[in-house]
């Protein structure tokens, strides 16, 4: 079974397009983290979020965190080629570390 | 200094070699991890070394075998791997073991022929 579910897994857009990634558990988390990571190098860390029904902004990507601190969205506003990577949702909360199955997202120009 | 340094970035080995991982961070953090990620999968937690003892061994194979000789350096030994073995191996540091933030290395590329 896996812990931290997202969808979509993949998602071809062109730039300007605006999508959503999801991440989503049956499990409540202290904390989630959400990871960017581009062909041959290692995750980036984009965010952190804490609180339930916390949003943060990162230029044109919001996060939110679900009230009941059990799921994750990733929203991306007039996406760009840069923003193209797999897209990773991650836990440390109650002896848990573990990524979740990943978005691969793709811009084109 | 804020970056985690892996070497070699990439590797090809046959399946009676021994040949090690190496991965070095001076941030000052006492958690390191190894991961491995095989292609357009998530990468998947190893080994957890917390204060330079090993705290979480995820029932990796024996032919893995992690070390960390200090607060700065982690290594992973490899000795007899499979062709399934072949993948990009992270390694990654945190403040301390539990911490929300993990810097990532770029990774190991291992190819086992």
């Known amino acids: 079974t896996q812990l931290l579910e997202q969808s979509p897994q993949f998602l071809s857009i062109q730039e300007g397009e605006n999508l959503t990634v999801y991440c989503n558990s049956s499990?409540?988390?202290?904390?989630l983290q959400w990871y960017r990571q581009e062909p041959g190098e290692g995750p980036v860390l984009l965010v952190t979020?804490?609180?339930?029904?916390e949003v943060k902004k990162l230029k044109r990507l919001t996060f939110q965190f679900g009230d009941a601190r059990k799921d994750s969205s990733l929203h991306i506003t007039a996406a760009q080629p840069g923003d193209t990577g797999l897209y990773l949702c991650?836990?440390?909360?109650?002896?848990?570390?573990?990524f979740g199955t990943g978005t691969r997202l793709l811009v084109s120009p | 200094d804020t970056e985690v340094t892996q070497t070699p970035k990439h590797l090809v080995m046959g399946m009676t070699n021994k040949k090690s991982l190496k991965c070095e961070q001076h941030?000052?953090?006492?958690?390191m991890y190894w991961y491995k990620q095989k292609a357009k999968k998530p990468p998947e937690l190893m080994f957890v070394?917390?204060?330079?003892?090993?705290?979480i061994n995820e029932s990796v194979p024996s032919r893995f075998s992690p070390e960390c000789p200090n607060s700065s350096l982690l290594n992973l030994h490899l000795h007899a791997l499979q062709p399934e073995d072949s993948a990009l191996y992270l390694c990654?540091?945190?403040?301390?073991?539990?911490?929300?933030?993990?810097?990532f290395g770029a990774g190991s590329r291992l190819t086992v022929l």
């Open positions: 070394y917390s204060y330079e003892k090993l705290s």
């Open positions: 499990s409540v988390f202290s904390s």
């Open positions: 979020v804490v609180t339930g029904g």
């Open positions: 991650h836990v440390t909360g109650f002896q848990k570390l573990v």
């Open positions: 990654a540091s945190a403040v301390v073991s539990g911490a929300n933030v993990l810097t």
């Open positions: 941030m000052g953090h006492r958690a």
